[in-house]
């Protein structure tokens, strides 16, 4: 991610060069009968001067009066130069997130994961200060790109998928970033460090990662308190409860867990590490505590049964214990103490893809009441990765076989084409299912590979929702969303046209 911090300071540099000087101005006082004293130290002189001088005193000293004069222009200079550099560099649409920040970031931070650290802070701390990076054009819900998903009317169909923001700590900058949704987490129950570092790679000539991070977390109460204490300020910067806000009480119908209008807020949810996948009743223990935890502070709860790093997870995709754990999961966020309960989504993997596996996953989606499915996420394949034409280098053919999920712009055509088949097999199965538990159609959001408007366009059309991106910002910055959309917007003009 972008560290907005690295590009005010070049800007700072040149405008504080006009500074210079500055001594000399604070040496006035120091010398109040010299011809370039000031104006307020002359009128001084002027009442206390003998009859014979008085034309002395009163003249202005025309070199005074043009250091004055020049001082005042750097000053307004100075001011301009602040002002539209802070226009500037906090503005998504800015060239220097795309091309200066994420290449520099590589080159400062060799290891993903501190650029990544590194980037979070300076979101969070831009933020805290007002000074964070944003999208200046306004989307209105008629919009071009507005969608409708779980009967809110959304901005747009663009979100940042889970493992961006692991613990919740910057949804807000993310929001202002321009995404219709943002998912954070994963999140574990109970707090785990993942596996040992280094433990995310790059392929710059792919515009790929490879991470095997093992769902590192710092456990569901540690986000839960994190999310109460936005809710809280929330609340009081709109003159509300936190009850209120939780219930839509005066709210105009923001939800309840992204806190602004016409965005969702996704809580991501997973098992710890260490509790045995094989005995189902404690994976549902797991899962549910972080339900009871979290729901309040979610608009969607998405189930991660698809992250490659966490040994067994995937396992829990078959069609039995994944029916289990859903109904589970669904029971209990229909206990959260709030008016609309949040919806309930499953995080799919992209290598479980043959026609049986994922008619089980749909009969399991069906059958447990879940809302929706989140398609996909990294692959655990290496094949079909570099494209003609494209020359790894380095170290890079190495780190292509590390082991972990690569993400990437390679795995965009398996992700399109998994849409296309789940939204027949999901559609298919309602015709059969006697099921009232759920509304007619379930929702997909597309995960994987996702890097312009274009392809954006493509999964929306083979049957998601949404569209969400994570690697892409990694190379693109953060204006990638923004990029994006305008893309999808042309495009959108050109075919109206
Ligand atoms: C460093 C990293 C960490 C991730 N962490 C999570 C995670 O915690 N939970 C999850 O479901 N997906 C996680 N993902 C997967 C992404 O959410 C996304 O599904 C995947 O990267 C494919 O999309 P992309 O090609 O746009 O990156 C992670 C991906 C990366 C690169």
């Known amino acids: ?60 000293d025309p070199s005074s009066l043009s250091r004055r004069l020049k001082l005042s222009a750097y000053a307004t200079a100075l001011a301009a130069v602040l002002g539209v550099g802070y226009y500037y560099a906090t503005d998504t649409r800015a060239s220097v997130h ?7 970031l590589r080159t400062i931070f060799p290891d993903a994961e501190e650029a990544h650290h590194v980037g979070t802070a300076a979101l969070k701390g831009l933020y805290e ?13 008629n919009g071009p790109l507005s969608v409708n998903v779980f009967g809110k009317q959304l901005l747009n169909p663009i979100g940042i998928s889970a493992g961006l923001d692991k613990d919740a700590e910057i949804p807000d900058p993310l929001f202002a970033l321009g995404a219709g949704v943002v998912e954070v987490g994963g999140c574990t129950p109970f707090p785990q460090e993942g596996n040992p570092k280094p433990r995310v790679f790059r392929i710059p ?49 923001i939800p309840p867990g992204s806190l602004h209008p016409g965005r969702l807020l996704c809580v991501q949810i997973a098992k710890n590490k260490k509790t045995d996948e094989k005995d189902v009743n404690a994976v549902i223990r797991d899962y549910v505590y972080c339900v009871d935890k979290l729901a309040p502070y979610a608009d969607v709860l998405v189930v991660n049964v698809s992250s490659p790093n966490t040994p067994g997870l995937r396992d829990l995709q078959a069609t039995e214990p994944l029916t289990k ?17 949040p919806r309930v989504m499953v995080k799919v993997s992209p290598d479980e ?11 399991a989606v069906w059958n447990s009441g879940v809302d929706g499915v989140i398609v996909g996420n990294t692959t655990k394949r290496r094949t079909g990765i570099v494209p003609k034409g494209v020359k790894l280098i380095d170290d890079e053919p190495k780190i292509l076989h590390e082991e972990g999920g690569f ?61 969400m991106v994570y690697t ?25 046209a």
């Open 353 to 363: 893809d043959d026609d049986t596996q994922m008619e089980g996953v749909v009969e």
């Open 205 to 253: 000539s792919v515009d790929g990662l490879i991470n095997r991070y093992g769902l590192n977390s710092r456990g569901a109460d540690a986000m839960a308190t994190r999310l109460r204490e936005r809710l809280r300020k929330f609340a009081r910067s709109v003159g509300l409860t936190d009850n209120e806000v939780l219930n839509e009480e005066g709210t105009d119908g």
């Open 1 to 60: 991610m972008a560290a907005p911090y690295l590009r005010t300071r070049p800007a700072l540099s040149a405008a504080l060069r006009p500074l210079a000087p500055k001594p000399r101005f604070q040496s006035f006082p120091r010398r109040p009968n010299s011809t370039t004293t000031p104006m307020t130290t002359t009128t001084t002189t002027t009442t206390t001067a003998t009859p014979t001088e008085p034309t002395k005193a009163a003249v202005v």
């Open 98 to 104: 795309q091309y200066l920040v994420p290449p520099l």
């Open 129 to 141: 200060t007002g000074l964070y990076i944003r999208e200046r054009v306004p989307e209105s819900p």
């Open 325 to 341: 754990l859903l109904s589970a999961v669904v029971d209990a966020a229909q206990q959260t103490k709030r008016k609309t309960k």
């Open 472 to 496: 892409a910002m990694v190379y693109g910055g953060s204006g990638t969303i923004t990029r994006i959309k305008s893309e999808m917007k042309e495009k959108l003009a050109d075919k109206s």
């Open 407 to 467: 993400s990437g712009p390679a795995l965009f055509d398996r992700t399109v084409n998994l849409i296309g088949r789940y939204r027949k097999m999901l559609d298919g199965y309602a015709l059969k299912s006697e099921s009232d538990k759920s509304p007619a159609q379930k929702v997909l959001f597309a995960s994987g590979g996702i890097t312009n408007g274009e392809q954006a366009l493509r999964v929306l059309n083979a049957g998601a929702s949404v569209a």
